[in-house]
């Protein structure tokens, strides 16, 4: 804007970006119960180190990076062997630019009996969005996953009635991807055509 | 009967013969029913429906006046606001969120900021008196959320009375509201790094008489309600849902608690300081809907506990900041009520359009562009009055949102409709749905 080359950040706000959370693996200690959960895990999982993929600690969470294809197994084990007996939903993450990852799904578990949390975490290419259902683990994720598979079209395989939840039954796309403009369709006024909001201009 | 009845038109589908009711002449219908041999009848009720607390659709499938399948149908509220927050400045975002559960406006504004800052990494500094204040307000919101919960669901159930009591409690609590934030509701009070601004003038003694006021008042819903014969026939044994039940649905909150299990987040993974206050954990053992019923009314109290121990503190912490002291987060709220009623500080005007460029450029660029928030993910959960709200938030080092997704107690825990109602009466559902105190404005988002 203005002629601005560059990020056209005059002010010094850049300078507040600071590193970003590492995408690659914490190291041992992770500190707090995470070691104690990762070692009961392992314990209780022998194909601990083929399933998980990464395991993240940053801001004092507990990250568990999960293959899809074992993902049911990993959550029968946390719910019954490490008494995760609660999942507090799905949550998708669209990264358009994260080539054959680009849709993740996270699960935050809570343990009742120990008292912890710990986030599960999959992600799946986009052009084959599954993921195998965990609500025969958790039936409570029931709706969530509905509402994951609304918003950003990932398919929770197993699923025993995967619809639309929020959004109307027979609309087109996934309004929570990155590639689906905000506001979605055009709003047409007597002859004029607004477009979508994040069209009009950009904070960035 | 072959004869068109244009009330009660039937078609054949594969599943049997479907009639449509359209109003009008009942007795066709009835006796048309009442010649086929499947005594099977799907009622759709809702959204629009006086009892069905907000914009909720049911389905359900009635035996007689049993219920052999109860579901949801959701999304009349949808507003896309988890999309919308993408769009906006982290500040913005709290007058997004304090949308969503409409009772609880101040729980989604401080789950908000909490995993903001968590993200920033400014937890510990966050100063002390906004840390109370949020308290303050957030117990002040959960009465007058329960209030509604009580009075709407004992309408729902035909007990007028205690409606007038608990609205006219709520009443008190949104005057405070108003003083102190400026609005009764969807106020945006909380921002990331404190509050937007500090109590007015005379606003503690305020308080105390309003807590002292409400305490005298309870009385009269608890006298109405507790041990009424009629009141306790329609809510035990009702809405039944055990542990299991519980912890397989991700059930928290009341819901949570009414089946013995002490479970409340203030105490077990406490925030904003829960732990220095004095207040106990209600439970009840009877998994039904008066036992939930019980446990809102108790909280009332312990809230009040809460609310005369934040005031104590913030006596001792009077002329202390309520915005983080690092310039690059906190918006330049210094706010005054001026003798035009607007809201700005003569002296940051000054300030910024008479004296300092490096002021005014630093105010514009906080307040159009934003302050920036390190990559990362965080969940951070506080204890609402309907359960566990979850604030789920992605950044990717930028001004807004990369992804804000809120984990709902009453969107989860609405999915509980079937287990409590199925195999009861058609009127219990009501009550069931009531003890469960959805919001369908967090519901739906």
Known sequence: MFGARGTGDTSGYGGLVRTAASTGSSERPYGSYFDEVADDLERAYPLFSEAIERVVVDRGELTLHVKREKLVEVSMILRDTLKFEMCMGVSGIHYPTDAGRELHAVYPLLSLTNNRRVRLEVSVPDADAHIPSVVEVWAGNNWHERETFDMFGIIFDGHPGLTRILMPDDWQGHPQRKDYALGGIPVEYKGATTPPPNERRSYK | ?445
């Open chain 2, 1 to 445: 009967m072959t004869t068109f009845d244009p009330y009660a038109p039937s078609r054949d589908t594969t599943e049997g013969t479907v009639y449509s009711v359209t109003g009008g002449d009942w007795d066709s219908l009835v006796q048309e029913i009442g010649s086929t041999k499947e005594e099977r009848v799907v009622v759709n009720m809702g959204p629009q429906h006086p009892s069905t607390h907000g914009v909720l659709r049911l389905v359900l499938e009635l035996e007689g006046e049993t219920v052999t399948e109860a579901r949801c149908g959701i999304g009349y509220l949808h507003t896309g606001i988890e999309k919308n927050m993408e769009y906006r400045s982290w500040t913005q975002g709290t007058t997004f969120v304090t949308r969503m559960d409409y009772l609880g406006p101040l729980f989604n504004e401080t789950a908000y900021c909490l995993a903001v800052e968590k993200l920033l990494g400014i937890t510990n500094d966050v100063p002390e008196r906004a840390t109370v204040i949020r308290v303050m307000m957030m117990e002040l919101n959960r009465i007058s959320s329960h209030m509604v919960a009580l009075g709407t669901g004992a309408l729902e159930l035909g007990a007028i009375s205690p409606m007038f009591f608990a609205f006219r409690e709520r009443e008190i609590v949104l005057d405070l509201f108003e003083m102190i934030t400026g609005l009764r509701m969807n106020m945006a009070y909380v921002r990331p790094g404190g509050v937007q601004q500090d109590l007015p003038e005379g606003a503690i003694p305020k308080i105390r008489d309003a807590v002292k006021l409400m305490r005298k008042n309870f009385k009269d819903n608890t006298t109405l309600l507790v041990g009424n014969s009629i009141w306790m026939k329609r809510t035990q044994g009702i809405g039944y849902l055990d542990l299991a039940g519980c912890t397989t649905l991700g059930i928290t909150g009341p819901v949570l608690r009414s089946t013995g299990l002490p479970w409340d987040l203030r105490k077990m993974q406490p925030y904003c300081g829960y732990e220095d206050y004095n207040f106990d954990v209600i439970t009840a053992d009877t998994c039904d809907v008066y036992g939930r019923f019980l446990i809102r009314m108790n909280e009332l109290e312990q809230s009040l506990r809460i609310v005369e121990q934040a005031l104590d503190k913030l006596e001792k912490l009077q002329g202390a900041p309520v915005m983080v002291a690092d310039k690059k987060i906190a918006w330049p709220a210094q706010l005054a009520l001026g003798g035009d009623g607007l809201g700005n500080s003569l002296d940051h005007i000054r300030e910024i359009m008479g004296t300092s460029m490096e002021s005014l450029i630093h105010h514009f660029k906080l307040v159009t562009e934003g302050f920036r928030v390190p990559t990362g993910q965080v969940y951070a959960a506080i204890e609402s009055p309907r359960g566990e709200l979850g604030a789920h938030i992605v950044s990717d080092g930028g001004t807004h949102p990369y992804r804000m997704h809120f984990r709902e107690p009453s969107f989860n825990n609405l999915q509980a409709t079937s287990a409590m109602s199925e195999g009861g009466m058609i009127a219990d559902i009501i009550g069931a749905v009531a003890s469960i105190d959805p919001v369908m404005g967090g519901v739906d988002r």
